[in-house]
């Protein structure tokens, strides 16, 4: 079993920046692909970002490439989405999730473990 804890959510301006921050338990996190997925009012949730285990592979949804960047701190058990440049249609609440061996997948179902979400709201 898998726990997940996100932090780092607030209101912000846009152009203004956070950084994400989700604590795991567990053992087996230093092996696991971790993920971040975003979700507005009235919209399905989305990928955002996804990183191996080693955190040599990342992948990113368009739309937030050069502007995210997914991290992690195997020693902390500590997963990071540093959000630059943030803009008012990233508003959502951010979930991380843990799917485990594999690939950095995009797909929602691959994800077997999910954190309660933090809000994040981008001001024009």
């Known amino acids: 079993q898998v726990q997940l804890v996100e932090s780092g959510g607030g209101l912000v301006q846009a152009g203004g920046s956070l950084r994400l921050s989700c604590a795991a338990s567990?053992?087996?996190?230093?092996?696991?692909?971790m993920g971040w997925f975003r979700q507005a009012p009235g919209k399905e949730r989305e990928f955002v970002a996804a990183i191996s285990p080693s955190g040599y592979s990342t992948s990113y949804v368009e739309s937030v490439k050069g502007r995210f960047t997914i991290s992690r701190d195997n020693a902390k058990n500590t997963l990071y989405l540093q959000m630059n440049s943030l803009k008012p249609e990233d508003t959502a609440v951010y979930f991380c999730a843990s799917r485990g061996g594999g690939t950095t997948s995009r797909q929602l179902s691959d994800y077997l473990y999910w954190g309660q979400g933090t809000q994040v709201t981008v001001s024009s």
């Open positions: 567990g053992r087996t996190f230093i092996f696991v692909v």
